[in-house]
């Protein structure tokens, strides 16, 4: 098994792309750490072998610091989660802007700080973070917080990956196109209440930018992240991952 022996810890793992990851990590093997907001959302693993759940706010930096305590030194960390903004800048508010940001960005602050100390007392680490293709490799329309949080995911990483190089920890950024998930039906709602069109309509629009023809799986992304928190990738760091079916070509 390609992860065995790894603890790893996911968060926004209660539904999506980071389910899907979780799930991934565990059946290569890992012992996975599957955290989310939603309790109800972690109850679905019950039975699931090598996932353990906890409840956890990234926003809150002592609710972080206190699990990273509680768990003690992991081996990888993907932060997953993430919020989409629909709107252009003139209908962002300060509270739009900071909330994304808090969450899309500070979060992996946060989460880094509290668990990189282990990674670098053991000398190793992979370091795993949600970024976008909607960010500073392609613009979005309507996309204007949420791509400017997501070119500082990759800024983030790149620099992060920089000072750690020597010490054993790597960092690489995740950069998906459009991708089935719980998030994506709310945009579709979104553009579909904006638009007049119907739901399968603006569904079809968002099939319509992806030149390979189709919306991605978040079972697609979960071979990459998986690939990325395995030794398989050891030389592999300060990457973005381009995984959008062709839309940044």
């Known amino acids: ?3 065995q022996g790894k603890t790893i810890l996911v968060t926004a793992a209660g539904q999506g792309i980071g389910r899907a990851c ?4 565990a059946r290569e093997g890992a012992t996975v750490w599957a955290t989310d907001l939603k309790q109800d959302l972690l109850n679905t693993y019950a039975g699931v072998p090598n996932i353990k759940t906890h409840l956890l706010d990234v926003l809150k930096t002592a609710d972080v ?7 003690g030194n992991i081996d990888v960390l993907f ?6 903004h629909q709107g252009d800048i003139m209908q962002v508010s300060d509270a ?4 994304s940001m808090d969450l899309n960005v500070k979060s992996m602050y946060r989460t880094i700080r509290a668990f990189l100390p282990g990674m670098l007392e053991q000398g190793k680490g992979s370091v795993i973070n949600m970024a976008s293709a909607a960010s500073n490799i392609k613009g979005a329309p309507n996309r204007v917080i949420y791509g400017a949080s997501k070119a500082a995911v990759i800024g983030l990483t790149r620099a992060l990956a ?3 190089v020597a010490r054993g920890v790597r960092f690489n950024a995740i950069c998906p196109g459009t991708v089935e998930s719980p998030s994506l039906g709310e945009r579709i709602q979104a553009v579909s209440a904006q638009t007049g069109k119907t739901v399968a309509e603006a569904r079809d629009m968002f099939v319509a930018r992806q030149p390979i023809g189709r919306i991605g799986k978040p079972e697609e992304i979960a071979y990459l992240a998986v690939y990325l928190a395995s030794d ?3 030389f592999t760091t300060g990457t973005s991952q381009i995984i959008d079916g062709g839309w940044s070509l």
């Open 79 to 84: 932060n997953c989660a993430g919020f989409v």
């Open 65 to 71: 610091d206190a699990f990273a305590k509680k768990i």
């Open 96 to 99: 739009d802007w900071d909330f």
């Open 232 to 234: 398989e990738s050891s």
């Open 162 to 164: 920089a000072d750690y």
């Open 1 to 3: 098994m390609r992860l």
């Open 22 to 25: 979780a799930l991934a990590m």
